[in-house]
Structures are given as C-alpha cells and as structure tokens.
C-alpha cells in the first residue's frame, strides 16, 4: 500500500517521532523506499561573499546533523533509504518531492522549529496536508 515513502525531518522532537513512525510502516507496508530529506531556507543572496559561504555552511552542518539523527532514529528497516538535504521554502520543496519521487505517503511531525510553537498544527505541515499528491501522516 505505502511502497514508497517519504519522511521530511526537521530536527524537532514531533521530527523524530515521525522518523520513528516512518520506519515501523516500512516494516508493516515492507516498502520498498523510504526517502528521508531535510529542506533548508534559501539564503538570501543580499548577504554577499564572504558572509554568504559563511551562512551557507552553517546551514548545510546543522542540516547534516539534523540528517544524520533522523537516520538513527529510523534505524534498518528494509526499504531502500535514500537522504538528501535541499534548500527552498519547506511546505513547497515536500510536496515538490513528494511529486518527483512518486511517493504514496508523506511522514511528517506536526510542529517543526517555527517560532510559532502554540499553533496546534504547523504552518509547515498544514500546507502539506493541504496540498500533497499523497496521504500525508502528521505525527506527534
């Protein structure tokens, strides 16, 4: 049922429970993918050079951590995992992926780092669910 799925991180703890979720239905549904990705904002190109490459690798390692911790958390399962990090507006770079990989489910926390941590579901994911080409799974 859900082949290929895909599960966006963004290092909040709702994040990892859903990287936990994500690898007990690849388990349950024995997919076949499972595509982990981290989406970054964009840099703004005002900030110029050098500030620019400074700014950029400061995002790239903690969108590495962010990865790398996802990955721990999801563990073996038998899907073929594949990670990637990309940069652009979060809700818009899912569904963008989730539409390029042909992807059945999209996993993903219900509250991410935002600075609007009371809204019962985030800006993020409420934009997914109304917009993705799939079923999506918010989790908590």
């Given at each position: 049922?859900f082949?290929?799925?895909?599960l966006a991180?963004d290092?909040?703890?709702?994040?990892?429970n859903?990287?936990?979720?994500?690898a007990?239905?690849?388990?349950?549904m024995?997919s076949a993918?499972?595509?982990?990705?981290?989406?970054?904002?964009a840099?703004?190109l005002?900030l110029?050079?050098?500030?620019?490459?400074?700014a950029?690798?400061?995002r790239?390692?903690e969108?590495q951590?962010?990865?790398k911790t996802?990955?721990?958390?999801?563990?073996e399962?038998?899907?073929?995992?594949?990670?990637?990090?990309?940069a652009?507006?979060?809700?818009?770079a899912i569904?963008e992926?989730?539409k390029t990989?042909k992807?059945d489910?999209?996993?993903?926390?219900?509250?991410?780092?935002?600075r609007l941590?009371?809204l019962?579901?985030?800006?993020?994911?409420?934009?997914v669910v109304?917009?993705?080409?799939c079923?999506?799974?918010?989790v908590?």
């Amino acid at each position: 049922m859900f082949n290929n799925i895909l599960l966006a991180v963004d290092g909040s703890e709702h994040a990892l429970n859903a990287a936990r979720t994500a690898a007990q239905l690849t388990h349950a549904m024995n997919s076949a993918e499972l595509h982990i990705v981290v989406v970054y904002d964009a840099m703004p190109l005002f900030l110029g050079e050098p500030n620019f490459q400074s700014a950029m690798n400061v995002r790239l390692d903690e969108a590495q951590k962010i990865l790398k911790t996802a990955v721990e958390a999801v563990g073996e399962v038998p899907a073929k995992t594949q990670t990637e990090f990309i940069a652009g507006d979060p809700a818009e770079a899912i569904i963008e992926i989730a539409k390029t990989r042909k992807c059945d489910l999209i996993v993903m926390g219900s509250r991410g780092l935002g600075r609007l941590a009371g809204l019962v579901l985030g800006s993020v994911s409420q934009k997914v669910v109304g917009h993705a080409p799939c079923p999506v799974l918010v989790v908590r």
